[in-house]
């Protein structure tokens, strides 16, 4: 494949990946980075924090509803939260590649921090509205579209090369232990006593990032001094990822997948509240349900079971996951839906865990903060359209029906993608 240009400048790259060091050979053990402190720190740090950002996730979700009991209004959450990613992750990418990551990822994580518990005193003095919790959703966006190329940049500094398909594996796997954990947490506080208690554990819980984050001793990283501007760099990422046909249908596939494939998770208060005819509780264990799912894929993953066929896994679970979709928006039976609902937690672990490594292990180090920029935009900045859509649809529809048509059109349109990038398909 001919290696796409890149802009000039003033020293010869030299990524990082080649400048750290690769550590013995490590086996096939399902938890090798964790021989590196800063990765310790790392995933001890956002683990406690992810805890707390799902219970907010699920409390934010429920007091939205019974505020409004809207579908349509929870679908504007989820839009508000995601537009600035859409606007600003290309700027932010740009941003990772010229500035510390480490300092960067110390003002996001202080700044969402700070948003929580701006929700948190809203909501003990019951004053707490839809525009509220809308607007700080937006502002969270603004934070997450540094924070997210932040911190999918920052892994390797971490771990070096060798180490990272198995430090992405344990970051899907840190992230939906907490998404088991959180959600349940948060459906027995929510009944006890109240989400205003669920923002403010997730405001305390910042401390964790902060403090690994300060207590981290990196090798120095080398920088390329750059000689082009930020708008250059930019157009130089996009012309970098554009040229590139792996890497551009990976990031394809996760904007079909973002749009199409999660949106139901938009919905799923409603769904449990309309279809399921259960409570806050309830809907707290089918979101740890999906959460025991996505652990259970990250596992496999971490433990190498995908290694020299992440191409065809993907194939699978694009097929899968729109199966399950279907099948879970069908249900009205309260175990059957924990069953599915755990499936719909692995595949989508799977499917997004798999792409992650392909671009990671791909990208080259000087262009990684503005490729994973891109694929920040596919995860969270289109998400909003979904999450619209699928609210205004399942309201003036039925949520059966809008999660049924989400689940085709995620099928059909991510096989398109495959059909026109054969090469994915091949990928080890």
């Known amino acids: 494949m001919k290696r ?62 019974q505020i409004s009991h809207s579908e349509l209004i929870l679908g504007l959450v989820a839009f508000a939260s995601a537009i600035p990613t859409l606007l600003i992750s290309p700027w932010g990418g740009v941003v990772v590649d010229r500035v510390s990551r480490r300092s960067l990822l110390m003002m996001t994580q202080s700044g969402a921090m700070l948003l929580a518990f701006v929700l948190a005193g809203l909501t003990f003095t019951n004053t707490v509205k839809e525009w509220h919790v809308i607007v700080l959703a937006a502002l969270l966006g603004l934070v997450n579209a ?34 088991v954990i959180g959600p349940a947490i948060a459906g027995l506080m929510l009944a006890a006593v109240g989400a205003a208690w669920c923002f403010t554990l997730n405001g305390i819980s910042f401390f964790a990032v902060l403090i690994g984050l300060w207590l981290m001793k990196l090798p120095p990283r080398r920088v390329v001094q750059q000689t082009t501007s930020p708008w250059q760099q930019l157009v130089g990422g996009v012309k970098y990822a554009a040229g590139n046909r792996e890497i551009s249908g990976l990031i394809l596939l996760s904007l079909v997948f973002s749009i199409f494939g999660i949106s139901y998770f938009t919905v799923l208060p409603a769904f449990v509240e309309k279809v399921l005819h259960q409570g806050a509780v309830a809907y707290g264990w089918v979101n740890a349900a999906s959460g025991l799912g996505a652990v259970t894929g990250a596992l496999l993953l ?7 066929r992440r191409g065809q896994l993907l194939v699978i679970t694009n ?110």
Not at 147 to 157: G, I, Y
Not at 302 to 308: C, D, M, Q, T, Y
Not at 374 to 384: D, K, R
Request: with cysteine.
């Open 4 to 65: 796409p240009m890149i802009e000039p400048s003033n020293q010869p790259v030299e990524p990082i990946l080649s400048s750290l060091p690769a550590g013995p050979e490590s086996g096939n053990t399902t938890f090798v980075a964790m021989r590196h402190r800063n990765y310790q720190l790392y995933f001890g740090g956002q683990l406690i924090s992810n805890i707390g950002t799902w219970m907010q996730a699920i409390a934010q979700a429920w007091v939205v509803y």
């Open 302 to 308: 971490a433990n190498r079971v995908s290694n020299g």
């Open 146 to 179: 540094f924070d997210a190329p932040a911190r999918q940049a920052f892994v390797p500094e971490m771990v070096g090369k060798r180490d990272l398909p198995n430090a992405i594996a344990l970051n899907s796997m840190m992230f939906n232990s907490a998404r």
């Open 319 to 428: 097929i899968a996951f729109p199966l399950l979709l279907i099948a879970f928006s069908f249900t009205t039976l309260y175990p059957l839906s924990l069953v599915l609902a755990y499936g719909l937690g692995a595949g989508f672990m799977v499917q997004f865990t798999t792409i992650n490594t392909l671009l990671q292990t791909r990208v080259e180090d000087e262009f990684r903060g503005r490729v994973m920029g891109l694929y920040t935009i596919t995860f969270f900045g289109f998400a909003p359209f979904g999450n619209l859509a699928i609210g205004a649809l399942g309201e003036k529809m039925g949520l059966g029906f809008a999660m049924t048509l989400f689940a085709i059109c995620s099928l059909i349109l991510s096989r398109l993608v495959l059909i026109k990038t054969p090469e994915v398909q091949k990928l080890p």
